[in-house]
């Protein structure tokens, strides 16, 4: 079943809880859930008795898609470990950021990021990770080159001063791709802004991997939800 | 065209970048300072060499004016490139600043290389455009740092205004520190300035203006101090006047923060009293203070909390000006009085003649990270020949500002510029 917030109770002003209650009471194995309140996701695991997948939660998380970043990583590579990641972009409000700094680091990569010191959170060096603020030198030696998505709003002044001011210092193309090692992986959790974080000619290019991660979130989310399916039915969580 | 070389002997010659004070020999060729020192008067003259004998005369570096106004482009009636760079010479200053506060406001790539290319072909001097801290001056979006600092701006700046989110301030910072561009911000509370038009005290009360209090200033400087350390900008007070602005500046000093600061020359010469009866053309922003004020603004340059003097030439048309005091415009030009106003410090004991040079020279170009400001071999020649000692009165026919707003009309000064120099090339030369 397929629910979402904007045909939802939710709208009528259901608090999260009462939501959780009400999705409880139909018994589901599973509920994969997206919330753009971090730590709403594990406010609404507590509420309900069957398996919650975060599906995304605010500028917190996203599991699924640094594990099917992780396995996309190692069909090319062989391995995680050693392998120099560099993470490029909107890093203050990517949640894809945050699992991917914690999954790659517990696989034992060197992660790197990229990104003006508007687009980087406090404390960044503490998490694990090496700071750049510029591209020839974060990408310089990189096996994997993973770019973030830049909202629209966040573009005109506000983070940054302009799309192609962006795109001059940050965004993807040849030139700074050089930098990186000749076989690195170019990765991107989509949706793309191409022509902002990323230049078409790349996303499209011989480096990129960005339709396999599509692909690789498939067998990812199936895997997930079998084994969920599984610990549910052995009642054993 | 190649300009004649150029000798300049038995002058003396004072280069804080150096900390050199000694009566030598000045050889530029080709635009470039090849000697300039006590042991350069044994250098031959090269071939076709302009000399002129320096004796009782004192080169300078070429003043390094860090706030400047201009009208053009938008507001040419009070001021052009042209017409301040011919201000500029007179005045010894052979490299300005010029705000970004114009019509168009400087604010992307496309307008500041506009200033630029007219300045190479109009202007006397070395103009070097700031530009806006946000789209428009309109405090909302920031502008392209990146870019412009790659197309040679070597500073940003709300020209007249305040940034009033202290959100957008700090991300402005953060950005701005990634480019290790400079952020010059002049720190007034327009809220709590609010209708003011002087000084708050006494004086306007009996004067029957409203105030400006010096929190106005204070609270935003304090403000833009912790976001320095917050963020290590490198943070530049454009113009401060008060004695605790300066305390406040210290402090952050202390803290080893990069940080530096300027005063505007009329807030070292005149205090709250040269209002007089409503004489518009000291109705400045900040306003003039009380003289306790001046004198601590007097021993911050002294003593280095303040780095730099600014002439914050401002003109305004004489329209703007002959109205009532609340309702006139404010500012004054500066340009052509900064080095005479600046050498009373000197005459008076005040401030040493070494320290108040590189006040106005090296101190601004080591800011705006430029190669001028020095007389050491291999600078580009940019230099004043002066008379320390020669008076004159500073009449308006003298003025070449294109406004006459000047704060300083029928002023006595004892200092004039006999001649400046520009990348070796002559622009200026006193009469008599």
Known sequence: MNMSVASSSVKKGETLIDTAMTLNAMQPDILVVRHHSAGAVALLAQKVACSVVNAGDGAHEHPTQALLDALTIRRHKGRIATLIVAICGDVLHSRVARSNILLLNALGAEVRVVAPSTLLPSGIEEMGVRVFRRMDEGLKGADVVMMLRLQRERMEGAFVPSVREYFRYFGLDAAKLAYARPDALVMHPGPMNRGVEIASEIADGPMSVIEEQVEMGVAVRMAVIEYLVGVSAEGNP | MTERPLVVEKVRIVDPARKLDAVGTIVVENGVIVAAGPDAMNQGRPDGATVIDGTG????????????????????????????????????????????????????????????????????????????????????????????????????????????????????????????????????????????????????????????????????????????????????????????????????????????????????????????????????????????????????????????????????????????????????????????????????????????????????????????????????????????????????????????????????????????????????????
């Open chain 2, 57 to 432: 005369l004192t080169a300078l570096p070429g003043l390094v004016d860090a706030r400047v106004f201009i009208g053009e482009p938008g507001g040419e009636h009070r001021e052009t490139i042209a017409s301040a760079s011919r201000a500029a010479a007179a005045g010894g200053v052979t490299s300005i600043l010029t705000m970004p506060d114009t019509d168009p406001v400087i604010d992307d790539v496309a307008i500041a290389e506009f200033v630029m290319r007219t300045a190479r072909d109009t202007a006397l001097v070395n103009v070097f455009p700031a530009a806006a801290l946000t789209k428009g001056l309109k405090g909302k979006e920031m502008t392209e740092i990146g870019l412009l600092t790659d197309a040679g701006v070597k500073a940003f700046t709300e020209g007249r205004k305040t940034l009033a989110d202290p959100a957008l301030m700090r991300r402005i910072m953060t950005y701005a520190r990634d480019f290790g561009a400079v952020v010059m911000h002049e720190t007034t509370d327009a809220a709590l300035a609010g209708g003011g038009v002087m000084n708050e005290g006494l004086y306007a009360s009996w004067l029957g203006l409203p105030g400006i209090p010096g929190e106005a200033e204070i609270i935003p400087l304090e403000r833009d101090l912790r976001l320095a350390a917050l963020t290590r900008c490198r943070y530049h007070a454009a113009k401060i006047s008060l004695g605790e602005s300066a305390a406040v500046v210290a402090a952050a000093k202390r803290r080893g923060l990069s940080v530096t600061a300027g005063v505007s020359i009329n807030h070292l010469s005149l205090n709250e009293n040269d209002v007089g009866q409503y004489r518009t053309y000291f109705r400045l922003s900040p306003p003039l203070r009380r003289e306790a004020d001046r004198l601590a603004m007097v021993e911050a340059l002294a003593d280095g909390t303040i780095d730099i003097i600014v002439s914050s030439h401002d003109p305004q048309d004489a329209d703007d000006k002959r109205r009532p005091f609340a309702e006139a415009e404010t500012g004054a030009i500066g340009l052509e009085t900064l080095l005479p106003a600046a050498l009373r410090l000197y005459h008076s004991g005040a401030v040493p003649l070494m320290r108040l040079v590189e006040a106005m020279t090296s101190a601004p170009a080591a800011i705006l990270g430029l190669d001028r400001g020095t007389l050491k071999p291999g600078a580009p020649a940019d230099l004043a020949i002066v008379d320390l000692d020669r008076p004159f009165v500073f009449t308006e026919d003298l003025i070449r500002s294109r406004s006459k707003n000047s704060a300083f009309e029928n002023a006595r000064f004892a200092g004039q510029v006999l001649r400046t120099v520009v990348s070796g090339r002559t622009v200026f030369e006193a009469a008599g």
